[in-house]
Nanobody, 123 residues
Framework: QVQLVESGGGLVQAGGSLRLSCAAS????????MGWFRQAPGKEREFVAA????????NYADSVKGRFTISRDNAKNTLYLQMNNLKPEDTAVYYC????????????????WGQGTQVTVSS
């Protein structure tokens, strides 16, 4: 059973930065596409960024392009999301996701999820 644990969330002022991490259980990381999603209260969970299993391909939501960078270290079974120039609208619980393919990454009912880490950006 896959286990994904997010960390690195916190409270920052607008314009600040955070780096989120997602640690995966052994043998549950390599060979899978990984992604980040976020969900604010009363809102649908939304796609943020994704990365292919070797890291050669990435995809970002328009709202975070140029500010967020997704990366992975397969040797460490860890996914990262570097978030720069944070805005209040980035406030949400951030979840990492493991999926079999980039093509189904944006499907909320596919893949495996972590429990999330809270990111709060003050204005």
């Amino acid at each position: 059973q896959v286990q994904l644990v997010e960390s690195g969330g916190g409270l920052v002022q607008a314009g600040g930065s955070l780096r989120l991490s997602c640690a995966a259980s052994g043998r549950a990381f390599s060979g899978y596409a990984m992604g980040w999603f976020r969900q604010a209260p009363g809102k649908e969970r939304e796609f943020v960024a994704a990365i292919s299993w070797r890291g050669a391909s990435t995809n970002y939501a328009d709202s975070v392009k140029g500010r967020f960078t997704i990366s992975r270290d397969n040797a460490k079974n860890t996914l990262y999301l570097q978030m720069n120039n944070l805005k209040p609208e980035d406030t949400a619980v951030y979840y990492c996701k493991r999926d079999s393919s980039m093509t189904t990454m944006t499907r909320l009912d596919f893949g495996s999820w972590g429990q999330g880490t809270q990111v709060t950006v003050s204005s």
